[in-house]
């Protein structure tokens, strides 16, 4: 993943209370050792943690030539945050 695409709708999606997230803790989360999980309709599911420790989960759509869509990110969630362990245990 080489760049996010940002504009007015994803910014403020993940700025609400129910996500309370910043453009820059996404940036943070796809420069550190995250996880990684397909969905549906082509999209990711990214898992990791920004420079301050915090847990985050990212859907981005692929746009093509490495560049990816926010569509949403909030704090992951009990679940995600097992997913993320499990991966990095199996990778140690």
Do not use: C, F
Request: no cysteine.
């Amino acid at each position: 993943m080489r760049r996010l695409r940002w504009d007015e709708w994803n910014v403020a999606h993940i700025a609400r209370p129910a996500h309370e997230v910043t453009p820059e803790e996404v940036e943070e989360v796809l420069h550190s050792d995250y996880a990684m999980r397909e969905t549906y309709k082509g999209r990711v599911l990214v898992i990791g943690p920004t420079q301050s420790g915090r847990m985050l989960a990212a859907v981005l759509a692929p746009e093509g030539e490495g560049a990816y869509y926010t569509v949403s990110a909030r704090p992951a969630s009990k679940q995600e945050r097992r997913i993320y362990q499990l991966e990095k245990e199996m990778t140690q």
